[in-house]
């Protein structure tokens, strides 16, 4: 790595630097946060042990809810505004990052309305203007990339959807990739993480092209986090794709497969990288429902006291649907895609590029045994008009889809969502 450009570090064990990494930045109060179950395991250890060894003076906030919501976010909030806190930690995964960067925003603006940094069009919308406080990610899943992005995601209770807020000013300071914290992840952890990483690389690289995304804002403090696909991020999701081809299986299938883990928790860095400047579009407007609307569902592997559909399961269910649907658009660059994750396509047309890339994620997704369909986890025709109802607000990532649909066209992707296999 450059030591002058780059701000994340992989390397196993590399963890035990975080308390110089604090002393360096002159914090005297931070805030540590995680989540319930992490609090016993190796990764929380490691940054306590850091953090005793150089003397930084932390307080630790172990609450933080698996899946996010509203009033879980605002618990965090008010912890942190007591705090005082000059410097944050947040060691876990997508849950527990976002969720500390929603707690140093808030304390940081404390007159602020919870609604005013939330996305239109449920939220205010508006831009970040205060100074955040440092906040360094210890992610601990090999998934969301949120050690690398603007964006914090919750349940939002009252209008059952998840929303988020997405600002550069929210992005870590730094990331510390450290492979040694996905050796505890169980296997459908590893899994459903993976699949965040494969749909936030093939979004962001079907994603509409930045040059189309409108309109353009009339002062760059306005311009959103996602700016659609562009050349930089095209490299980054490229990337991750090609080592989720490669190593997720045996990273789910061994849990002592210390390559196959390590390069996941990169992949996951690199997605973010990604999707972070791009965007996402479908899979993701279309999960938020999806997670928010759950009945009893309840995933293996997940040990919490709430129904709940993981992200990433939420988010890869309906990606067949849905890359056969966008493909018509830039057919060339699902093509690909396809051909990475191990498709055949020397004889290809490039008028069925959707169903061979569908064909091939249903493939990937038999193989590590994936429920089948939405109707596996719990949902049924007729929940579809409120999957609908869910996804329209999600104008932020839907927007960024290279086809443009229709309540009509959401409405026959979660049909075709049901059943994948």
Not at 103 to 108: D, E, K, P, Q, V
Request: proline letters at 7%.
């Amino acid at each position: 790595r450059c030591p002058s450009h780059s701000h994340t570090y992989s390397q196993e064990g590399v963890t035990k630097e975080i308390g110089m990494d604090l002393q360096n930045l002159g914090a005297r109060r931070v805030c540590l946060m995680t989540d319930r179950n992490l609090s016993q395991l190796p990764p929380v250890k490691a940054v306590l042990n850091s953090l005793a060894k150089y003397g930084v003076n932390f307080q630790m906030y172990d609450n933080v809810r698996v899946e996010p919501t509203d009033h879980s976010f605002l618990d965090a909030i008010a912890f942190a505004k007591r705090g005082e806190f000059d410097a944050y930690v947040a060691v876990g995964g997508g849950s527990v990052m976002d969720t500390c960067k929603a707690a140093n925003l808030y304390a940081s603006s404390p007159t602020s309305d919870f609604l005013d940094f939330v996305n239109a069009p449920i939220g205010k919308g508006k831009p970040v203007t205060v100074p955040l406080k440092p906040l360094i990610a210890v992610p601990t899943t090999a998934g969301t990339g949120s050690e690398t992005t603007g964006v914090a995601i919750f349940d939002f209770k009252e209008l059952k959807v998840k929303t988020g807020i997405a600002s550069r000013a929210i992005k870590p300071i730094l990331g510390i990739i450290d492979p040694l914290h996905t050796l505890s992840m169980p296997a459908r952890i590893v899994a459903n993480t993976g699949f965040d990483v494969l749909c936030h690389a093939l979004e962001s690289y079907t994603a509409l092209p930045y040059k189309m995304r409108s309109p353009c804002p009339s002062n760059p403090i306005n311009r959103p986090a996602y700016q659609g696909s562009n050349p930089i991020s095209d490299v980054w999701a490229l990337h991750a794709l090609r080592i989720v081809a490669k190593y997720l299986k045996r990273a789910i299938r061994n849990p002592e497969d210390r390559e196959a883990r390590a390069n996941m928790h990169l992949a996951s860095a690199f997605a973010g990288i990604g999707f972070g400047n791009a965007g996402v579009h479908l899979c993701h407007g279309m999960s938020y429902p999806i997670s928010g609307l759950v009945k009893t569902y309840k995933a293996k592997d997940y040990n919490v006291d709430h129904s709940l559909v993981p992200h990433g399961l939420s988010v890869v269910l309906t990606s067949p649907a849905v890359f056969a649907f966008t493909a018509q658009i830039n057919p060339e660059r699902h093509l690909e895609a396809a051909e990475i994750l191990g498709a055949d396509i020397r004889t290809a047309r490039i008028k069925d590029a959707g169903l061979i890339l569908a064909d091939t994620l249903r493939k990937f997704l038999f193989d590590l045994d994936v429920d089948d369909g939405l109707a596996a986890i719990g949902y049924s025709k007729a929940d579809i008009p409120a999957l609908v109802k869910g996804t329209l607000p999600q104008e932020r990532v839907t927007k960024l889809s290279p086809r443009p649909q229709t309540e009509e066209d959401l409405s026959a992707l979660f049909e075709a969502s049901m059943k994948l296999y």
